[in-house]
Nanobody, 116 residues
């Protein structure tokens, strides 16, 4: 079972940028991957997904044009570049396979807080 560790979150002002990283303990080159987020009192939602070799990407409408997902299979890493951040982007961000397997383990995630 590949373990995933998210990092890179923090507190930023509206309009700021952050780059999230997801480090995998083993090879993820066979898997499509995704970034997900969960805000307090809300269900987890899919933010962005990327195919196993990085050619195909998809984004939630709310982040299109502001977020960019990428991956480096040689390093077993997945990234999420977040620009023009808004207060509504505040959430805990997670990475996982896409789609997440039934009963998937979700790590601690990384907190992103955008102040207005």
């Amino acid at each position: 079972q590949v373990q995933l560790v998210e990092s890179g979150g923090g507190l930023v002002q509206t309009g700021g940028s952050l780059r999230l990283s997801c480090a995998a303990s083993g090879s993820i080159s066979w898997y499509a991957m995704g970034w997900y987020r969960q805000a307090p009192g809300k269900q987890r939602e899919t933010v962005a997904t990327i195919g196993n070799i990085g050619r195909s990407t998809n984004y939630a409408d709310s982040v299109k044009g502001r977020f960019t997902i990428s991956r480096d299979n040689t390093k077993n890493m997945v990234y999420l570049q977040m620009n023009s951040l808004k207060p509504e982007d505040t959430a805990v961000y997670y990475c996982n396979k896409h789609p997440p397997p039934v009963g998937a383990y979700w790590g601690q995630g990384t907190q992103v807080t955008v102040s207005s």
